[in-house]
């Protein structure tokens, strides 16, 4: 009896997906990670999994969050194209791209949710300084892959980046306008936010497709 309960767990163990147990193993150690750093260098643990504050009133961070949820999507869509792409065709000439653009997209995405310029000024790291750097691996990954950009619909991530840009600029010198409202960044960093997924969607898409069409 015991024997045969045994072979059936080994049974179930076996056929766990690889990947399940990859992620969650991967997630469970860096959660123990964090919670030994904010043990030794932080407030209460507990302090980990602060709720969102509750809004004053019902449109309050509406578009915040909206641009947070659009965040989102572009790591995720150029990730699961890239895996799948890698999968079908692993000379894909798009690989490197759809690489290099997740990586890109997720750095943008945990920027953003979890505010590293602003954590990274406890450490005595200014705020323009990430920009910077930030700048300079736009900078590298728009000299990589410009020949590939030129083929997708280009315009809409200029226009994309332009807006991100403006935004950026807003944020840094937002001391200086003589108008004071949130909806001076907000705006054009919203926009630019909904074109930059609507470009990775678009282009993702259209990824997709001309592979499948070349494997018919």
Known sequence: MLTRIKNR???????????????NSISILL????????????PPVDGLFIPPATPRYP????????FEVLCSIPPVICGF??????????NNSNNFFLLGSTILT???????IYRIHIILQYFDIAKLTTIRVYGVILIVYLSLFWKTLRETPLGIMITAFSLIIIAVLIDSFYSYFPMKSLLIEGVPKLLGMINFT????LVCYQTILNTWKELE
């Open 106 to 112: 997720t750095g943008f995405f945990f920027n953003e």
């Open 31 to 42: 959660l123990i990670l964090v919670i030994i750093y904010a043990q030794k260098f932080a």
């Open 81 to 90: 194209t890239f895996f799948i792409i890698r999968r079908i065709n692993p």
């Open 9 to 23: 767990i080994l049974m179930l163990l076996k056929k766990i997906p690889t990947p399940f147990i990859i992620c």
């Open 198 to 201: 609507l470009y990775f969607c």
């Open 59 to 66: 449109t309050a961070g509406l578009l915040t969050h909206t």
